[in-house]
């Protein structure tokens, strides 16, 4: 059986998100040209959380879209159990064209799923900058890849795992360490 330790908890992961916010207005000195897109699952419901904490700072709401990402993983099979191929979901209703793209997800850990999200927003046009937010950055990069907004780094071994649970997702707030013995 393996150990399970709480890192953030409901109000830690709050935090962690409003302080983000922040971080994201501050930088981009303002949000009128920006777009917060969500890499599904989670990556789209802590967006949500984003977009709702910085219209409340600014007092109006930003942009946002949610990617799925599963079709361009180069670590994934791109077919169904009856050979077809996957249909991309992508609901980006703005023209990212010289944008401000912020991609927004759960864990980053070896960079595979942010690459993969950078390859589907380069498809819908080419931004002017994209920026990376990440609940929880694990360490063990395979690609060079690094996020602007992090809202807790947590330095892994390789058999750990971390889990991000999610009230929209899984009934509750919070972020866990599990190790295998």
Do not use: W
């Not at 709702?52 to 879209?65: A, F, L, S, V, Y």
């Not at 330095?155 to 971390?162: C, K, Q």
Request: aromatic share 2%.
């Amino acid at each position: 059986m393996g150990q399970i330790t709480e890192l953030l908890d409901g109000p830690s992961m709050n935090r962690a998100l409003t302080r983000i916010a922040h971080e994201i207005i501050e930088k981009n000195k303002g949000i009128d040209e920006c777009i917060l897109v969500g890499i599904k699952t989670r990556g789209a419901f802590l967006a949500r959380r984003l977009a709702d904490k910085i219209e409340m700072i600014e007092g109006k709401p930003i942009r946002t879209g949610e990617l799925d990402i599963t079709l361009y993983r180069d670590d994934l099979t791109t077919k169904t159990e009856n050979g077809e191929a996957l249909v991309k979901q992508v609901d980006i209703d703005y023209v990212v064209a010289n944008q401000k793209i912020i991609l927004v997800d759960d864990v980053l850990y070896t960079g595979r799923t942010v690459r993969a999200a950078l390859d589907a927003v380069m498809d819908l046009g080419r931004p002017s900058h994209i920026q990376l937010a990440v609940l929880v950055d694990r360490g063990h990069r395979e690609l060079p890849i690094r996020a602007d907004y992090v809202g807790k780094n947590i330095p892994t071994s390789g058999v750990e795992r971390i889990v991000v649970r999610l009230t929209e997702v899984d009934k509750e707030d919070n972020v866990t360490l599990h190790k295998e013995d």
